[in-house]
């Protein structure tokens, strides 16, 4: 199979889990927001989340990125080694994740206390729980990336999906409230790690045993999972610290809205989420073989897909996110509007990383993407501590989307660095994709004032893609032969 062949196979594969997954987690959020709960509930359940977040980050440390780091690079070269290195980092992992959970069982009374928010102790009751499973659960994940077999990561993904969707509505039925729908999320994972362990232990018995594991490789997933957990701990601060802030200095409705804007951007995100989840092996697997030049066209190609889907799609949401919240969750989420409009800029930039920063760890290339990732973090922290209690909701939308970008622009130096782009071509195609969003928006902007409903918002939505691809045809930026080949 050929690699373009690959690559298309394992993006079919995890946008297919991922229309899955949104599909789930649309339901969930729609039954969350519509039926079971108030914006107060439904912002205190992520707050807990958030929490939880922080102490999945500790559990990890950058261990799974690293074992499938290490993995891509050993299956090319030593594919002895490979058990070893799995079982070295999931031991690893045991290790930390036990450590964090004793600390959180330790400590959740004074966090619930920290926010002042009685009803947070009973949520943070199910967090050890939640860590475990998650923790397993993205590392399921990545080490399905690492080797290789994406389709395994959607099968996984989508079991999630589906399992948290179908528990969450259950324990809400049987009246269990907030609480139940955070069990729903736990009970969702925990079925999503046994079959992805079932899976994992199938890959493994495929691969040689051997009784002397290379010197010093624990020692080096070990270190090179440091500058990796610098990285997640900064993209942390981008994703959950912000939502932490804005329950302490707000409150629990303002960070439903925050965290229904941010859902939302995730929904839009999938696309691109699929193809950097599949092209970031890729670019480990091209550097073991020293074909740089091979890496540096396919990231082009994935770079010019990503600006022609997103750079409408920011447009469209700016233009569109008032009626949108009104007519999909009703009146009582119209505050999430202006913040969606803010997060346009930040789902651009997270479209455009989403093919960036993994690929920058399968390049070896983690520790400096750790120290931009970081600093950047930290402007966020520092902005959030002003803009929150000076603007409210608004401001943290606006820190998060504003250091992103600046850490995007980054990364996207650190790969010019290492793969030498073609920035001339590369203009070229961005302003092609800019004309096109230029003439979808004139037809948005033409049409927006028949929007009253639900019905007229859609049918509005789907002239705009309309206009979108028949301009994109028509530009030559995508090639309707290519796609029939490849569907």
Same mark, same amino acid.
């Given at each position: 199979m050929s690699l373009s062949q690959r690559i298309v196979r394992g993006v079919k594969a995890t946008f297919g889990a991922e229309l899955l997954r949104l599909g789930a987690q649309g339901a969930i959020t729609l039954l969350l927001t519509r039926v079971f709960l108030s914006p107060d509930e439904y912002g205190l359940i992520f707050l807990a989340i958030a929490v939880f977040s922080i102490a999945t980050l500790f559990g990890t440390l950058g261990i799974p990125k690293s074992m499938a780091r290490f993995v891509t690079e050993y299956r090319e070269t030593d594919d002895t080694q490979i058990r070893h290195i799995v079982r070295s980092s999931i031991a690893f992992n045991v290790v930390t994740v036990g450590f964090v959970c004793v600390l959180f069982f330790l400590f959740r009374g004074a966090i619930a206390a920290a926010y002042g928010e009685p009803r947070l102790a009973p949520l943070l009751a199910l967090g050890i729980a939640f860590i475990v499973v998650k923790v397993a659960h993205g590392y399921l994940l990545i080490a399905f990336q690492g080797? #290789?077999?994406?389709?395994?990561t959607a099968v996984t993904s989508t079991v999630s999906s589906v399992?948290?969707?179908?528990f969450i509505v259950l324990f809400l039925i049987a009246g269990f409230g907030a609480y139940g729908a955070l069990a729903g999320f736990v009970a969702g994972y925990l079925v999503s790690v046994a079959v992805g362990g079932y899976f994992l232990y199938r890959i493994l018995s495929s691969y040689p045993a051997t009784e002397s594991p290379e010197p010093g490789l624990s020692t080096r997933i070990g270190r090179y999972s440091?500058?990796?957990t610098a990285s997640q701990g900064a993209n942390v601060l981008y994703k959950r610290v912000d939502t932490l802030m804005v329950g302490f200095f707000l409150t629990p409705v303002a960070v439903g809205f925050y965290e229904l804007a941010k859902q939302i951007s995730t929904f839009v995100?999938?696309?691109?989420?699929s193809l #950097?989840?599949?092209v970031a092996p890729t670019f480990g697997e091209h550097k073991s073989s020293d074909r740089l030049e091979r890496a540096a066209r396919v990231y082009e190609q994935s770079l010019e897909y990503v600006l022609l889907v997103y750079l409408p799609a920011v447009a469209g949401?700016?233009?569109l996110a008032e009626p949108g919240v009104r007519f999909i969750f009703g009146d009582a989420y119209a505050g999430t509007a202006p913040v969606l409009q803010v997060f346009s800029v930040f789902v651009l930039f997270q479209a455009i990383d989403k093919i960036t920063n993994d690929s920058l760890d399968y390049l070896g290339r983690a520790t400096e993407r750790a120290v931009g990732k970081g600093l950047t973090g930290a402007l966020n922290f520092g902005l959030n501590l002003v803009l929150i209690p000076a603007i409210g909701v608004v401001g943290a939308a606006t820190s998060t989307a504003l250091c992103y970008a600046l850490m995007v622009c980054y990364n996207v130096y650190l790969i010019d660095r290492e793969l030498a782009l073609h920035w001339r071509r590369l203009a070229t195609s961005i302003a092609t994709a800019g004309g096109v969003t230029v003439a979808m928006t004139a037809a948005v902007v033409a049409l927006q004032p028949f929007v009253t409903g639900l019905v007229t918002l859609l049918a509005v939505i789907a002239v705009g893609v309309a206009v979108w691809a028949v301009?994109?045809?028509a530009s030559g930026l995508v090639d309707i032969y290519e796609i029939r080949t490849h569907i």
């Open positions: 080797f #290789g077999e994406v389709t395994l399992g948290r969707l179908g440091l500058p990796l995100i999938a696309p691109a989420d #950097g989840f599949t949401i700016v233009l301009l994109s045809v």
